[in-house]
Structure formats: C-alpha cells, structure tokens
C-alpha cells in the first residue's frame, strides 16, 4: 500500500516515536513530576500577551472575509511589507521589498519550498554536524541526497569551512546552516561563518553555478550571551532564510513563518516567484491567515529571554557539578554534553533509569554527545538536580 | 537557479497568473463595481458566528500552552475523535476512531499527504474531466503521472466508468474524485459512482494491487438540491476522504482540513501511520492548531446555503436567458456552461469585453465549456444581467 518512496521516512521515523513513548510510559510509572524530561523542543512559555491581545482585534475588528478568506498565495501584502521593513531595520540595509518574504506555514515549509525550487534528483545538500535530521528528509523529498560535513571538536562545534571544502562536489546547490544551533546551543562565530562563506564562492566559481546557503533560523532571537547573530549575506551574498515564530513568540502549533529572498541573492527574483508557486503546490496553499496577521502585529514582541537564560545557567551548572562536559548553551534552547562512554545511546538509556530523558548526539548525527532541551520549568531542573548527580557517580565515581 | 523538476510547475502557473493580473486590469479601467468576475474560488460569505465565538473561547478560556504549542503531528486527540463521531455519525456506520483521522492544512495538503504515501515515480493518477488541475500538480510532486478520462457530455458529466475501464493501466494507484464538483456544478448520480466502485474492485483484482480513491471532499456540505453526496465507502471500499472547512465554514485562509481513512480501506492502519508522518515530514508538521481547536467546536455549522441556493438560481436564469446552454448547479459554487464557440478560449475573452471575468473550460481539461463561479454577490450577479445578454446577442442574434 506505501509507496517504496515513503518507506525510507516511515522507517526512519520509528526511533523518535519510541522515545515519545518511553517517555509516556516513565511518566505513567513514576507520575510526570518524577520524570525529567529533556527531551521535548516545545517552548516551555505561554505566547507574549500581544498575540492574545493581536487575536482579540483580528477576531473583532478586522473585516472578517479579509481575515478567513484566501490571501495571495504569498500571503498578505500588509505582512510581507510589514516583515520586509523590520528585516532591513535589524540587518541594517536595503535586503527586501515586500515580494521578498512569502509567507509559509513554518520553517519547516519553508525549507520545503526552498527545496523544491532547487534540487533535481540526484543533487546534494550540504549540512553541518551535529543536524536536526529532518533536513536529510526535506531534501529526499525532492530526489537530493545529503552530504554531512562531519562535527569538529576542536572547532567546539563551529561549522568546518576546511571539511565542506573537501567534501563539495559539483551536485551540491545548498548549504544548510541552523545558527542559533540545534542541538549545540551555539551561536556559531563569525569567523568561521565567514570562511563558509568563502568556500561557497570559491565553489560557486569552480562549478559554475550557484550555491544557495539555506540560513534556518527559527532561534535567532533566542540569544543569552552578547554573541552576535550576523545577518547571513554579511558573510554569504546567496543566502535564503527560513524563519519561524515559533520560538520567538511561542506558538509553534500555530504554523507561521517565511521564507526571505534577499535582493543580494542570485536570481532572487526568479526564485521569489517560483518559491509562491512552491507553497502553492505543495498543498500548503498560503500560511493560515489569522497567524499572519497576529506576527504582522507581534513584529517587535519576544519571548521572554531571562527564563531561558535561567534555565541555561541552572541546568549548566547541574550538568557539569555532576561531572560531565557541556558546552555553555550561548542560543536556541539546546545544551550539548559529552557522554561519558562512547556509545551516547547506552549513556541516553542509563540517564532513563534516573528518570532523565535526554535525545542522543547520534540522532543529530553527533555520536558521543548528547542533547538536553532546558525549554521546561526551572523548578524540573532543579529538582533534576539529584538525578543527575547520580548520573554522574555512575561514570565519574 | 530553478531546478529541471521545478519548471514545469513555474511554466504552468503563468496562465492562471494572467487572469488575475487581467480582473485586476479592468478593475482599474472600468471600477470593481463593473466588472463581473465569476473567475474567484473564495467563499462569498462570512464564517458563521461561531467561529467567531470559537475564537474568542479559543482565545480567553483554554491554557495557552495547550492551544499553541505543538500537538501530535496528527492533531489534537480531541478534535480527531469528535471528527470521527461526526463523519461516523452522517455515514452511518462505524468507519472511523481518532486515529483514522488526520489533520492537515486544508485539502490540498491532505491530497499531497496521501500522494506521498501512494505513489513512486511513474505511477499514475486517474481523474475525470473536467478536472481542477492542481490535481495534475500535486500527483507530479511525487514524480506520478496523470491520467484523463474524458468527459462524457452523453453522461451529462458523470463519471465515465466504462471510459475508466478502458483507459486503466497496472500504474495507476489511485482515482480522484471530486463530488460535489468543481468546475461542473454537478452531484455525481450514484449510479454513476457505483459503477466506478464495480470497475476499481475488477482492475484490483486484475491487476493485483490496491487502487485508492481519492474523495476530495471539500464541497460536500455545499448541496442546493435533493440530490444526495454518497459517503465513498458507500460504493467502493478503499476511498480515503480529503477534506477541508473552507468551503462548510467559509475560511479557506485558515488552512484547515483532515484525510480520513477508513477502516473499510485496504491497510488503513499502515496507511493512517504513513500518513502523519508525511504530513510532518512536507514541511507542514501539523495543521494550524487555533483552526483545530475552532472546528472542533464548529462540526455542526454550516455556511448560509440559501444564499448560494439563490445565486444558483438567478445565474442559471441569467446565463439560460441570454441563451446560453448551462448545467444546473447542483452542489459546489459553480455553474458550468456552453460555449457558442467551439474554442472556449475566445469565448471567454469575448465575454471579457462585456467586462465577464469566467474561466475557460479548457483550464479544466472540459474544452467547449466555460465556468462561472458565483461565490459572489447576489447584487453583482443581478447587475451582470444586461453584459450576459449583450454577449449572448453576439452569437445568438
């Protein structure tokens, strides 16, 4: 009855529903108070009071066929402006006119627009390890096969300019990059963003097209450190970027985001036509119009950074009072430890008996790390604290 | 920059781009208020009061995690099973439980769901013309062909079987059928679908694998006459159910709809799993959830009928009277008509000069024919009365 196209996805998908499921059942077994669960990417706040209050106006002061009928395909042109002035605000510049941002039910629609524009059968997609492995499955959906950039520790996470060089071939047309990162929590420095940059030029040259470098970024808000998240064509003129609300305002249900074609980017006019079309026929048709309107409205709200920066700050020092070495989460909401035995699998399954539920560095193509989400109650991580302690004695004695 | 597997959609969209650009153009020329543009698929009505009174519940009573965070990628365990108790309920039967039901944003992503799912490259996808042509689209993304089973004008536009059980080849896996229909006006009779049921069960049995058919199902509230819109299984076992609230709530920007699979289907179970994940992994990952939580509440609601009941009416009387040949409406929002001319092309640009907006059959694979969509208002369609005449006196004296 499953296509054998399907297989792959439906194969690959069995891992993570186990782990939702063990996590059901500790929590049946031990009450949900009892489980700590590191291992869920849901923002653990409520959505700024502006989006309630931005619902309230929608719902009762705005024309209700414009509200709930079809918007363009690209969404309507009130937020696209409205999204345009605020990008060219924060990068500092001239990048976008309204027909530059189209609006999409998400990063993860997005970069399936973005995908379908680009790849033919056979082409590549470049990712940096560790990845979030769903870009391997958006880009199969569209014949391209990924190429993983393997992970340098020595570059504490940084992506390596040096190995994409090695490894570009001439089927790559696009570097995916996720800065804030998931799963290192780290905001990537600007030096090694900038040497990126440069191999994709010298690539662009050698191989006579055009590179796209897809900046995912659904966390570039979501920053505790004084890092600096670059605009991406401050390194790399070819860049289309995938954004999210989901993180910034806390509404990831709510499916609503954009993709940006910044006027640096080659044939970004082109490109900005066929990605409506893209959003079109993949069925999405246009972003969900009352989330439009309430992100046209929220341009300017945030989550609320300190509890974050709190988590951050606690569940490090649990971490790394129990003995293991994590790398101090600087964005996204993600911290990135070492597992004490080589294979992070048998370490993930060890934490479960605790009641820890961590993710595997090897679920990001990452072995030996390990992955613990802080976008949950302090109060969790704080009483986390013993289990962990007793985590570490296991290994640190 | 566009990929090969990209261009056929780009190359196939600048018609329809077109006729938006060209009602726009005499829009500006002669004023909206007189130009009659039957070309638009958006619900001419405002959703009913309990969206509104939804949203506000939506917005003010329920826990702003649960309503924004993310759900399970199927939806909302709540807002499947009272899915399900309905559609069981109007069938009849015990079809459906939560999990055979499957949120998505809107029809068009279900019908890309299950195309994922169903087809490998070369596989082919029948459909009857006149036909909505994303369909063609949306079968491609997933590397399958389409297959057209001409319309029988003799049949009065039913679905041709023994014309489908001619032209039926191993490589097709599945049918679309779209009742009530778009662009034809017309609730398939049911003897008509039996007969295609009798011919799907002898080709699966002939060619040894399952054929689904695909109900796209979202006009199904929207019936003007006593004619009856059979539940799929009724006549063919293996049917999965694309639907969506645009057309019964009169809120296509929101984006919401589910595939319904049920347990008469061949591998339902495999299938309804596949199916979730294919929503995730298009990019989609789940459908909006404010609109989730707003159709949960609204499964009873019903557009205002008597107003497309009326428009069916008085445009029947209009187009007939200027002596025209048309199909009365009996279902959808369309009013499906003859032209004088053989080329429907130049029919429809004929009418343009009486300010007419229509769309040519033949973007509908029904060359000979035009269709008139009329979602819009009652005073528009009076007004259009005199410029149908005036076009009917340049081919009928």
Chains 1, 2 share one sequence.
């Not at 905001?187 to 010298?202: F, M, P, Q, T, W």
């Not at 992100?295 to 129990?322: H, P, Q």
Request: overall charge negative.
């Amino acid at each position: 009855m499953i296509s054998n196209a399907m297989k792959p996805f439906v194969n690959g998908s069995s891992q993570i529903r186990a782990m939702i499921e063990e996590g059901k059942r500790l929590a049946r077994i031990y009450g949900a108070e009892n489980v700590y669960d590191f291992s869920i990417g849901n923002p653990g706040l409520d959505p700024p009071q502006e989006v309630f209050d931005a619902i309230d106006y929608i719902n009762h002061e705005l024309d209700p066929h414009y509200v709930h009928s079809y918007p363009s395909n690209a969404g309507f042109e009130s937020t696209r402006k409205a999204v345009a002035d605020d990008l060219n605000e924060r990068a500092g510049g001239d990048y976008f006119d309204a027909e530059h941002i189209i609006m999409s039910c998400g990063a993860a629609y997005s970069i399936n627009m973005i995908n379908k524009c680009i790849f033919d059968p056979g082409d590549k997609l470049a990712v940096f390890a560790p990845y979030f492995v769903e870009y391997g499955n958006w880009a199969l959906n569209w014949g391209a096969e990924t190429l993983v950039v393997p992970a340098n520790e020595a570059l504490n996470f940084d992506p390596d300019a040096e190995a994409l060089r090695e490894l570009l071939v001439p089927e790559v047309r696009a570097v995916m990059l996720n800065n804030p990162n998931n799963p290192t929590g780290k905001v990537y420095s600007i030096k090694a963003l900038k040497a990126v940059g440069d191999v994709l030029r010298e690539a662009e040259e050698k191989f006579g097209h055009t590179i796209y470098l897809i900046a995912d970024e659904p966390y570039r808000e979501l920053v505790y450190t004084d890092a600096k998240v670059p605009f991406p064509c401050d390194y790399y003129e070819d860049s289309l970027i995938a954004y999210s609300w989901s993180k910034s305002l806390s509404m990831p249900g709510d499916r609503i985001g954009y993709v940006a074609v910044p006027k640096c980017a080659e044939g970004h006019e082109e490109l900005a036509e066929a990605l409506i079309i893209a959003g079109r026929v993949l069925g999405g048709t246009n972003a969900p119009t009352i989330q439009e309107l309430i992100v046209e409205r929220c341009l300017k709200c945030r989550s609320d950074l300190d509890y974050y920066k709190r988590n951050a700050r606690d569940l490090y020092e649990i971490i790394t009072g129990a003995g293991f070495e994590a790398i101090y989460p600087q964005g996204a909401f993600y911290m990135w430890f070492k597992s004490p035995v080589p294979d992070d699998k048998e370490f993930v399954n060890a934490a479960k008996e605790e009641r820890i539920l961590l993710t595997p560095g090897s679920a990001f193509d990452g072995p030996g790390w390990a992955r613990a989400s802080f976008s949950i109650s302090n109060e969790t991580i704080q009483r986390s604290r013993e289990a962990f302690e007793r985590l570490g004695k296991r290994y640190f004695g």
